[in-house]
């Protein structure tokens, strides 16, 4: 009997010990894959929302995403950050975030000098970063301060959550004026630019991953959300079984030698996003415009970027003009019935004269063509906007005259909703999948 017993534990102890190995082995795996964070669109204002979990896992931080600024700020105040930290001014820390400025903010706050520690965002002597907010119109000077955020981690379809930032993270803590229009539920933006204290940037750094991050945006502010990913692939998308990182069609990201930031140093290069579009063709047809609104001039205008702040892509007029010139006439030789257009749209159509398919709205193709024959094609699911049930609009906007916007065309966040678009920050290239539509699938997954 003794024996048995004995056994018994022993058996036991094998089995214990044999599960260790395999979550350990798990938890190993998951470490060294990717991050993931959940994206949802906020229908009023057309933004995309990421969670970000700061110095607790209960502490929910909702922030716009924003591809073309550096800095994460949040309103601190609502918070309970026990483990904030300043950065001061001239330390190494505030000399890596290229952040030059020092200031006093006490000014801003009341009862700040006391007591210790001091309320986060609220210190004399700390290191500075500007921030812009479109919003509000407002730029502003902001304290830069660190805290331990926490992460999700992912092999490309399952999640692990909450692991600890092995070193706290960089951000800033909003002033009331930044807050003032934020979309409903959000307290904040995270920034995604090519800056050292970008999101990405940051968190790859912090984590040892690959310097790439991915977005996959979704359509509706539901219940299931879109995905960013920080680290590089696997991308898996249910019920599509391969990996959507191995069918990328992949394009060199270009630098704007000349920065597109509302401030700048003399001689710095934008952080933005630029591909180079050489074309934009409907259902076949080129559209005629002068393409050297497609490159950079000397002073850093033109060009294509990519915008998830912009609603729809906008194009500088004579494109725009172009485009829906050409889309209208291809619209006509499919027997799409036009209908009186309503801003900011420039061409409407009456929905009972489309067929709806696997891709949306079956209408016009708009290919975007890139180097090498390679070719960005928008299907009706991203190229139209159902207004009502009776109307629905080519989902481009007329951005003016160059050179206000500097940029000829930002592609905005509806032509990128069900892409899996990759950012590959050190090799300077952008993935894009086919919509995911075409898979079948799209970028709203629940995980778990
Ligand atoms: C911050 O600077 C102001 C102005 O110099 C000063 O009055 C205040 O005492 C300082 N606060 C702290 C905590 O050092
Ligand atoms: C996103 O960041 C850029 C660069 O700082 C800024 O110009 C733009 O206004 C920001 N967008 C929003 C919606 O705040
Ligand atoms: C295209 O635009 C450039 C720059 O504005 C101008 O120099 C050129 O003459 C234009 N070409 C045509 C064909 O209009
Ligand atoms: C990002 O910045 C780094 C250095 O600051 C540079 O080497 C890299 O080429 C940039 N990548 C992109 C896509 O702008
Ligand atoms: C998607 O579904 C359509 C229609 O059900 C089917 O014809 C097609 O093969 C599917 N595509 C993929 C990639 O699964």
Redo the contacts with the bound molecule.
């Keep these: 009997m003794a024996s048995f017993i004995h056994y018994h534990i022993r058996f036991c102890l094998v089995i214990v010990f044999l599960f260790f190995l395999k979550s350990e082995a798990q938890v190993k795996k998951a470490k060294h894959a990717a991050l993931v964070f959940p994206i949802r669109k906020d229908h009023r204002t057309k933004q995309y929302l990421t969670t970000l979990k700061v110095s607790s896992k209960e502490n929910h931080v909702e922030v716009v995403i924003n591809l073309s600024s550096q800095l994460t700020w949040f309103n601190c105040d609502i918070y309970n950050l026990p483990t904030y930290q300043p950065i001061e001014c001239g330390s190494q820390k505030c000399k890596i975030a290229k952040a030059e400025g020092c200031s006093l903010f006490c000014d801003d706050c009341k009862n700040c000098n006391l007591p210790i520690p001091s309320k986060p965002g609220c210190t004399n002597n700390t290191c500075s970063v500007d921030s812009y907010n479109f919003f509000t119109n407002y730029l502003s000077d902001q304290g830069l301060g660190e805290d331990t955020f926490l992460v999700d981690s992912t092999d490309g379809l399952t999640i692990s959550f909450n692991y600890k930032s092995p070193k706290p993270f960089q951000f800033s803590c909003a002033n009331p004026i930044q807050l003032r229009k934020l979309p409903v539920g959000s307290v904040g933006m995270t920034g995604l630019a090519?800056y050292?204290i970008s999101l990405p940037r940051q968190m790859s750094t912090l984590f040892k991953l690959p310097h790439k991050f991915a977005l996959c945006l979704p359509t509706k502010s539901d219940k299931t959300p879109g995905h960013m990913f920080i680290g590089g692939g696997p991308y898996m998308f249910p019920p599509y079984s391969k990996d959507i990182a191995k069918e990328l069609i992949i394009t060199p990201?270009v630098?704007n030698p000349q920065s597109t930031a509302p401030l700048y140093a003399v001689g710095e290069s934008s952080?933005e996003?630029f591909i180079n579009v050489k074309s934009i063709v409907v259902d076949g047809k080129p559209v005629e415009f002068n393409s050297s609104l497609l490159s950079f001039d000397e002073e850093g205008a033109g060009g294509t970027k990519i915008s998830s702040i912009t609603p729809f892509t906008y194009l500088e007029t004579s494109i725009f003009k172009a485009l829906v010139n050409d889309f209208t006439k291809a619209a006509a030789l499919r027997e799409m019935k036009t209908v009186a257009s309503v801003a900011p749209f420039g061409a409407c159509f009456s929905s009972q004269t489309i067929a709806k398919g696997q891709t949306g709205p079956v209408v016009p193709l708009i290919d975007l063509t890139l180097p090498d024959n390679q070719r960005w094609r928008f299907y009706g699911g991203n190229s139209m906007v159902p207004l009502n049930k009776e109307v629905m609009c080519l989902a481009f906007v007329d951005a003016g005259y160059k050179p206000n916007p500097k940029t000829s065309i930002a592609i905005g966040g509806y032509q990128l909703e069900n892409f899996l678009i990759e950012?590959d920050?050190?090799s300077?290239k952008l993935g894009i999948s086919t919509s995911l539509l075409l898979m079948n699938t799209t970028c709203s997954q629940s995980r778990l």
């Design positions: 090519n050292t990201l630098i952080k996003f950012f920050i050190d300077t």
